[in-house]
């Protein structure tokens, strides 16, 4: 199957900075990528879908101007949590779908922590 | 919102046995996935099965799917101690081909050898 990256694995941060994470994918071209967001113990959940070359597309109740998602390429999309704080602190899960494969792929997810 | 409900939300079991995980959903679906999450890693696909089917089989695995309760099950057989993992469902429309998912809250299952 394709694989699909996700850099840092993990990452700590103070509050009040600014944290990119990629996604990508790495033997295949991706039109269409999903961010998740998982807390301890629970679901993941859907934050939105990042289109390449256009702008993503949010689920209700997450708010597009902190959580910024870029989908520059065909296998790249990047999340940035701006301004982040304590509870922005979760396990943040990509996936992308390959048409060539018409198959979605998932990431092995990043870490935050925000302090 | 989530769209399933699964059960049981954690079970626990000797190696050897099999085990059970039921996933209800609420709107009607095209198919339904089923994935297992490694404690602190990404997910990994286990088996699709299309509203049109009853059962599917992989290997040790068993899903059934019973569209007129929304509801589907999976089975996993012989049961090993790296089977311990969550184990999601996930329903969800299409998105410019790609799947819009849509998931469970998970059966944490514990293998014990």
């Known amino acids: 199957g394709a694989v699909v990256s996700q850099h840092p694995s993990w990452v700590i941060c103070k509050s009040g900075t600014s944290v990119k994470i990629e996604c990508r994918s790495l033997?295949?071209?991706?039109?269409?990528m999903f961010w998740y967001r998982q807390f301890p113990k629970q679901s993941l959940m859907l934050m939105a879908t990042?289109?390449?070359?256009?702008?993503?597309?949010?689920e209700q109740g997450v708010e597009k101007d902190k959580f910024l998602i870029n989908h520059a390429s065909l296998t790249l999309s990047t999340l940035t949590v701006t301004s982040a704080h304590p509870e922005d602190s979760s396990f943040y899960i990509c996936s992308a779908y390959g048409s060539s494969y018409n198959e979605q792929f998932f990431g092995p997810g990043t870490r935050l922590t925000v302090l | 919102s989530q769209q399933g409900e699964e059960d049981p939300q954690a079970l626990s079991i000797q190696e050897g046995e099999n085990a059970t995980m039921n996933c209800s959903y609420k709107?009607?679906?095209?198919?339904l996935q089923w994935y297992r999450q490694n404690s602190g890693r990404g997910l990994v696909h286990l088996i699709l099965?299309?509203?049109?089917?009853r059962e599917k089989h992989s290997g040790r695995l068993r899903v059934t799917l019973d569209t007129s309760k929304k509801s589907s099950s999976l089975l996993i057989t012989a049961s090993r101690a790296a089977d311990t993992a969550s184990y999601f469902c996930?329903?969800?429309?299409?998105?410019?081909?790609?799947?819009?998912?849509?998931f469970g809250q998970g059966t944490r299952l514990t293998i014990n050898p």
């Open positions: 099965i299309r509203s049109n089917e």
């Open positions: 996930a329903t969800g429309g299409l998105y410019r081909g790609a799947q819009k998912l849509v």
């Open positions: 990042s289109n390449e070359g256009s702008k993503a597309t949010y």
């Open positions: 709107t009607s679906i095209n198919n």
């Open positions: 033997d295949f071209q991706a039109t269409t």
